[in-house]
């Protein structure tokens, strides 16, 4: 089951002296924003789900000869803007970034932070939420949200801008088979 421990007024000096403490340890997930920190400890279900989505994202970034760099669970943060995420998954599309392009988080249980105002002071252009067995997807238009303010700054999509031929159903679809070589064989049978 997945843990989530939730501590406000959080100086950023502590935030970075945890990520120091944590740095060899990657089982936890640290979000911060404003002062307020969240340590989610993933579950299997969750570790399975991201590398599920992350496999398949990846196989069909290859067959379509996309340039990527698969960045992993980095730690993304910015002290000016009082932020700092380490998604599930993230990728550089085209060239290698220190930013990247496209996030993906699995939510079985939900935190308090607002990951869509974090990766947004982050400057992540898309997000990807697995949540409740599909995605939503959000690219973000704004920096300062004024006309997309209900999703901070991002508008909600149903078709990646980043990928926009990547078939969306056929992902969540294949994502929710549990035998992971049939999960590649329904997903490969498609995108070939």
Request: contains cysteine.
């Amino acid at each position: 089951m997945e843990e989530i421990s939730i501590t406000n007024s959080v100086d950023w000096e502590i935030y970075e002296s945890l990520l120091l403490k944590l740095e060899d340890n990657c089982h936890y997930r640290i979000t911060y924003l404003d002062g307020i920190l969240e340590i989610v400890s993933p579950s299997f279900r969750d570790e399975e789900l991201k590398k599920r989505l992350g496999f398949l994202l990846e196989l069909y970034l290859v067959r379509n000869r996309i340039k990527h760099t698969p960045m992993g669970s980095p730690t993304i943060k910015n002290k000016l803007k009082k932020a700092g995420a380490e998604p599930d998954e993230c990728y550089s599309i085209g060239e290698k970034k220190d930013i990247p392009d496209l996030a993906i988080e699995v939510i079985i249980t939900s935190g308090s932070i607002n990951k869509l105002v974090t990766y947004r002071r982050l400057g992540v252009p898309e997000v990807w939420f697995w949540e409740n067995n599909q995605l939503s997807l959000y690219h973000l238009r704004e920096e300062t949200p004024t006309n997309f303010l209900s999703a901070y700054g991002y508008e909600k999509v149903t078709r990646s801008i980043l990928l926009p031929e990547l078939n969306i159903s056929l992902l969540e679809d294949c994502a929710l088979i549990t035998d992971h070589m049939q999960a590649v064989e329904e997903f490969e049978k498609v995108i070939n």
